[in-house]
């Protein structure tokens, strides 16, 4: 609802342009508010630089803008992606097989393990192939997985799922399986599979549209058991409550069988703006800057333009202090976090001649 | 003359009403439109021009023409998705007199993108960056990558498009 009456404003900034056209965009027959062309058109390089530009494509498709410059970019994306698709499901069949030889029991999180989640191959890119293992056997899968000298690395390993706040045997034993291409592949349950995209959503500041369509897609094709979905650690609850609310508020997501407390929820003005800011910018991940050290600290302009670079967002400061996503100021958790950081990562004094 | 597609270094996905093959070698994306991929799919290496023309109705619902066969020919060995190097170069009939003749339906097309490679999923993970001009002029795959003024290609296809973050 509050997506539609965003179709109305069509001065909208970057952010709201990616939101606008994302809006229900994992759909078979997406039902967002219509796109207009300078919504697109605003939206249609960030839509492409964060991998969301084959759905932006599904949008706009049989549209009268289908036939836009910025329409046969998002189809250029798609295509690519589609074609990626196919080779990415010969590498996870080795993989897989890998570790099913090597007895390792794996479970595929994020990257594909969504992607099905979407109406057609390609519409949802993915790079690696991300598997969590139980953290006694990470070496092992390591070293089953290692690719021949000199080929790429086109596998992630996670030991466990250390975002999760579930034990990881438990979630083992919740998982199901699905077939693929002959092959049996273990996904962790609905619930905890949701739970795990919500919180990796908003640990990353939210920098990627795509993960809260990713969000609305599992809501959708996927439901999870409410209870279970809610059920854990309460401030991580309190995160995944919100991300959900996000989902539904910026992106059209459906949350019918959400308890009321999740549908009910007001979100505080900073989070929305913050996502939206942030969709709009060009924006590095904390993590993927050159580090601090590296820069000149002692020639200001750069020094402020290096701390301007790593001031945390909202998001990130939230998640980074460890802060409920309520209407309490933001701005001290960004200084203490731009602090830490600082500490951090600042290098020390010069030594002495 | 047989042309014979080539199997070997190219993954194919349909999508939608096109035939997306994807080059492993040059990380080439080509786009076949349905003329274009039915004459593909036909270039068993056994049948020459004619005989291919011959095929196009049953097979494709296509005119028995051999000048669609000659102008999708000299598209696929152009794209290099024939396996016989003599094709690259091969001359094609003109696409203007057949379209008059027959109409853009029946005409085969191929759209090239150049991807990235295979590993990349969103972002641009090239080791060279690319040049300012790349990036305004909206190069395939330039969206992303790391520009040589140190600033990320993220608006392609605009006069300033280096313009974000510094990479």
């Known amino acids: ?353 | 003359m047989k042309p014979r597609a080539r199997r070997l270094g190219v993954v194919v996905q349909e999508v939608a009403d096109e035939t997306v093959v994807y080059d492993l070698e040059r990380h080439e994306v080509h786009c076949l439109n349905p003329t274009a991929a039915a004459v593909w799919r036909l270039c068993d290496g056994r049948h020459d021009f004619a005989a291919l023309a011959r095929a196009l109705p049953a097979k494709a619902g296509l005119p028995d023409d051999v000048e669609i066969v000659r102008l999708a020919v000299a598209e696929l060995g152009r794209a290099r998705l024939l396996e016989d190097p003599a094709l690259r170069e091969a001359a094609s009939p003109s696409r203007r007199r057949l379209l008059l003749r027959l109409g853009a339906a029946a005409l085969p097309a191929i759209v090239t993108i150049a991807s990235p490679t295979a590993l990349q999923a969103a972002t641009c993970r090239l080791t060279q960056p690319i040049s300012p001009s790349d990036c305004n002029n909206n190069r395939p795959g330039a969206a992303g990558c790391c520009c040589g003024n140190n600033k990320i290609c993220s608006a392609p296809g605009t006069s300033n498009g280096c313009s974000g973050a510094r990479c």
């Open chain 1, 1 to 353: 609802m509050a997506a539609a009456a965003r179709a109305a404003d069509t001065s909208s900034s970057a952010g709201d342009a990616v939101a606008h056209v994302l809006a229900g965009s994992w759909r078979r027959a997406p039902d967002g508010p219509a796109v207009f062309a300078a919504q697109l058109e605003l939206a249609t390089p960030r839509l492409l630089t964060t991998g969301a530009g084959a759905l932006g494509w599904w949008r706009v498709r049989n549209t009268v803008l289908e036939d836009t410059p910025a329409a046969a970019n998002l189809h250029d994306a798609y295509r690519v992606h589609a074609a990626q698709a196919a080779v990415h499901a010969r590498e996870r069949s080795i993989a897989l097989r890998s570790l099913a030889a090597a007895g390792i029991e794996a479970l595929v999180i994020k990257g594909w393990a969504v992607a099905r989640l979407y109406p057609e191959p390609g519409l949802r890119p993915y790079g690696d192939l991300d598997v969590a293992v139980h953290p006694r056997a990470y070496e092992h899968a390591l070293a089953v997985l290692r690719p021949p000298p000199g080929e790429p690395h086109a596998l992630d390993v996670h030991r466990g799922l250390a975002s999760l706040d579930r034990d990881f045997e438990a979630v083992l034993a919740r998982s199901r399986t699905v077939a693929d291409d002959g092959l049996t592949v273990r996904l962790p349950a609905a619930e905890d599979h949701l739970r795990y995209l919500c919180l990796h959503f908003l640990k990353h500041g939210a920098w990627r549209p795509l993960w809260l369509c990713d969000v609305g897609a599992a809501l959708e094709a996927d439901p999870p058991d409410w209870s279970r979905l809610l059920e854990g650690e309460p401030r991580r609850s309190d995160w995944v409550a919100a991300t959900l609310k996000l989902a539904a508020d910026l992106l059209g997501a459906d949350l019918t069988g959400a308890p009321h407390t999740v549908h009910s929820r007001v979100l505080p003005g900073w989070l929305p703006r913050s996502v939206l800011s942030t969709w709009s910018s060009p924006f590095v991940p904390h993590g993927n800057r050159a580090p601090l050290g590296s820069v000149t600290l002692w020639h200001p302009l750069r020094l402020a333009r290096a701390l301007r670079l790593r001031w945390p967002t909202p998001v990130e400061a939230t998640m980074a202090m460890g802060a409920p996503c309520d209407g309490t100021p933001r701005l001290p958790l960004q200084v203490a976090e731009c602090v830490r950081r600082v500490v951090r990562f600042a290098p020390g004094p010069p030594a002495a001649n």
